[in-house]
């Protein structure tokens, strides 16, 4: 149901910015909420940001946080993440997610440790070189 696409390059330098996109099809992609995860080499599987189904909540995680920005356009079916002030650290895949929940309950199933959404987009490569 759920494609993820990246909008501009993948290598990027340190302080640069990129946009990845999530284009939705075959579903009510305005019933969603939308959760993006990453995934650097060797670690597990990170919550990066989530916004509601009408657009009207967000939140990030504390690294992420003033640097990158969530958003939504539900006319177009997409969801957005713009990654700016990249550091190296930030260098993963990166997956979107899409859930009939509300944000509120998928911020306590990941504050749990769950990250059991519904439908998974296919990663993006990120990479920031120092």
């Known amino acids: 149901m759920f494609s993820c696409r990246r909008l501009g390059g993948g290598l990027v330098q340190a302080g640069g910015s990129l946009r990845l996109s999530c284009a939705a099809s075959?579903?009510?992609?305005?019933?969603?909420?939308v959760v993006w995860f990453r995934q650097a080499p060797g670690q597990g599987r990170e919550f990066v940001a989530g916004?509601?189904?009408?657009?009207?909540?967000?939140y990030y995680e504390d690294s992420v946080k003033g640097r990158f920005t969530i958003s939504r356009d539900n006319a177009k079916n997409t969801a957005y993440l713009q990654l700016s002030s990249l550091k190296p650290e930030d260098t993963a895949v990166y997956f979107c997610t899409a859930d009939l929940r509300s944000l509120f309950t998928i911020a306590t199933m990941i504050s749990e440790g769950n990250y059991g959404m519904e439908y998974w987009g296919k990663g993006t490569q990120v990479t920031v070189s120092s």
């Open positions: 075959g579903g009510t992609f305005s019933n969603y909420a």
């Open positions: 916004i509601s189904w009408n657009g009207d909540s967000t």
